[in-house]
């Protein structure tokens, strides 16, 4: 119970030093991408021409589109699209990226270099190119999407896993696993693997925006997720024609993606920053000095 309390205490004051404006954006957008079947309250693809660009009513809390679709119910399942197809993409960029990462930091030597240099390949290449070049070549589609933004994201994983199961592997208690014989797959399951994931996860919460961004801008460019679905980059794009009769149906997707993206981004830049060493001030100094001093006193006393 003890432990529970502490492991709670400690996620509490971490949350504590996150942007609460951040934390409450993303906690919305993974609500409501998570819940968005349940909680649309209408079919965001059925059609009613005869209520097209209608605005906020009773039965329309947001309006309707050019095609009379309700706009809050699209809006909840771009979420859910959105939410779908960026944890899609980091997901296999992830996995592509800490397996060579790690594997490259973990055997060194050749393997190190040749990985590290298709590694380097992949970062010198902008990332919306690779994914432009593997739809122009497979063809737009919702899959085609993830894995080709999949195939631009991952480098950039394998390169900070690299990093982090370098440092990982000079430490001292690795030198002593080795020298008690333990076995190469106990080193790389128990110590090495996991340890970068933690590592390369903060990364990842800053690059979920910029991920939601490159779906919607695919989706903006007709090479992304395809009609009927919705999403917010697509919605974009159909309400451009619109934009001076009826901006509402520009401004509010356009909303809904600023918020997701600058969510994503502060809340990525406050964890990085957190992990941060800060220098000890003098009143951090006399606080462990006191308590050294209650530590040596309890000592004295038990004896």
């Known amino acids: 119970m003890e432990l529970i309390m502490k492991i709670l205490t400690s996620f509490s004051a971490r949350l504590n030093k996150m942007p609460r ?3 409450i954006t993303i906690g919305l957008f993974v609500a409501l991408g998570t819940f968005a079947p349940w909680l649309a309250p209408q079919d965001p693809s059925a059609q009613n021409l005869l209520e097209a660009g209608v605005g906020p009513n009773g039965a329309h809390w947001l309006g309707t589109d050019h095609l009379g679709r309700d706009t809050f119910s699209r809006l909840i399942i771009a979420a859910n699209t959105s939410l779908v197809s960026v944890g899609s993409v980091l997901a296999i960029a992830m996995t592509i990226g800490i397996a060579m990462g790690t594997i490259a930091g973990y055997h060194r030597g050749w393997v190190d270099d040749v990985l590290m240099r298709v590694v380097d390949v992949g970062l010198s290449i902008p990332s919306l190119i690779i994914a432009l ?5 497979v063809g737009p589609g919702y899959w085609t999407m993830v894995m080709a933004l999949a ?4 480098p950039m994983s394998g390169r900070i896993s ?3 199961a370098v440092s990982i592997m000079s430490k001292p208690h690795i030198e002593a696993l080795r020298v008690l014989g333990a076995s190469p797959w106990r080193i790389y399951f128990n110590h090495l693997l996991p340890g970068t994931i933690g590592a390369v996860m903060v990364y990842a919460t800053a690059d979920a925006g910029v991920a939601a961004l490159a779906v919607a801008t695919l989706s903006f460019l007709g090479l992304g997720i395809q009609p009927p679905t919705p999403e917010w980059g697509q919605m974009l794009v159909d309400a451009l024609p619109y934009l001076e009769s009826d901006p509402r149906q520009v401004i509010l997707p ?5 918020a997701a993206v600058i969510g994503f981004n502060t809340l990525g830049e406050s964890i ?3 992990r941060i060493p800060k220098p000890l001030t003098r009143r951090m100094l006399a606080a462990r000095r006191i308590e050294v ?3 040596a006193k309890e000592s004295i006393d038990a004896k």
Request: charged content about 5%.
């Open 162 to 164: 690299r990093a982090v």
């Open 133 to 137: 070049a593997v739809i122009g070549i």
């Open 272 to 274: 990085a920053l957190n």
């Open 151 to 154: 195939l631009a994201w991952w």
């Open 21 to 23: 404006a951040a934390l």
């Open 293 to 295: 001093a209650g530590w």
């Open 254 to 258: 356009g909303l809904a993606l600023t």
